[in-house]
């Protein structure tokens, strides 16, 4: 069992939808980061979190560290938030900073 | 915002020869930089820590020889891929660690490698 698992792993919207990414961990963690990739793109780092709440623009993340769980929400969903949406959690203990990723979920987001 | 740069961003080359990525932290100083490998419509590889002034700790299953890694500076780590094979066509990306102990991370925007 991965240690960090997304859902849904496909997502399609429709334009203006508001959407919902989760992600679940099984480790105690430091920090939880949400990364953006487009097709054949590089990473871009969308939030990190170690509690609570952030918001940018149409982008809001959460985290409950009790429950080992966070979610990505994007309101007003438009075609260019068509991406990989990955979730990747720093392990609080011996991870010398390494990243533990999940394997992604793929938004596509219709006009 | 912070921003990290690789070159090149693609590089075809024959196989057998070497090509060297380079990783750099364009406006802050990184203690580490991570290099990853991602396959197509798989999640990023961790294959090695790179720390400045110091050895890289490799992943296992990563050959140390086959994928050289220099970290000269705080600002700069290059990956070298040595006698590359078709095998070894992927997307490689580096994340470069904010100095002072911060788990923040900037992530560059990847190379292409493709070897003929």
């Known amino acids: 069992k991965n240690e960090v698992e997304q859902s849904p792993q496909n997502l399609t919207a429709q334009e203006g939808e508001f959407i919902t990414i989760n992600c679940s961990y099984s480790v105690g963690i430091s920090a939880l980061h949400w990364l953006q990739q487009h097709p054949g793109g590089g990473i871009v780092s969308l939030f990190m979190?170690?509690?609570g709440k952030k918001k940018h623009g149409r982008l809001i993340a959460t985290i409950n560290i009790q429950e080992k769980h966070s979610s990505l929400h994007i309101t007003a969903s438009h075609p260019r938030d068509s991406a990989v949406y990955i979730c990747?959690?720093?392990?609080?203990?011996?991870?010398?900073?390494?990243?533990?990723f999940g394997k992604g979920t793929l938004l596509t987001v219709n006009p | 915002g912070a921003v990290v740069s690789q070159h090149p961003s693609w590089v075809i080359c024959k196989s057998g020869t070497s090509v060297k990525i380079e990783c750099r932290s364009l406006d802050f100083q990184a203690t580490t930089m991570f290099w990853y490998r991602q396959f197509p419509k798989q999640s990023l590889m961790l294959m090695a820590t790179?720390?400045?002034?110091?050895?890289?700790?490799?992943e296992q299953g990563v050959e140390k020889d086959k994928f050289l890694i220099n970290h000269a500076s705080l600002t700069l780590s290059t990956l070298t891929v040595t006698s590359a094979h078709p095998e070894d066509s992927s997307f490689y990306i580096c994340?470069?660690?904010?100095?002072?102990?911060?788990?923040?991370?900037?992530f560059g925007p990847g190379t292409r490698l493709t070897v003929l």
């Open positions: 979190l170690s509690s």
């Open positions: 790179s720390n400045e002034g110091s050895k890289a700790t490799y």
């Open positions: 994340s470069a660690r904010l100095a002072g102990g911060s788990d923040t991370q900037y």
């Open positions: 990747a959690v720093r392990p609080n203990r011996g991870s010398n900073y390494k990243l533990t």
